[in-house]
């Protein structure tokens, strides 16, 4: 299993979805706060993860 992370082009917020890779190439994913198709894969974000203070 891998952890992808997506944005949300409706909300802006940026989501954890946990897949297999058949998993990811088959699933549509959507975002879990409006439940919108239109997200976006983040790549590399990952690493650089730049706090988020608030
Ligand atoms: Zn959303």
Known sequence: MLTY???CKECQVLFLVILSMAEHDHIQVECPH???AEVTQQFSTFFAKT???S
Do not use: G
């Open 34 to 36: 409006c439940h919108s």
């Open 5 to 7: 992370e997506y944005l």
């Open 51 to 53: 706090s988020k203070k």
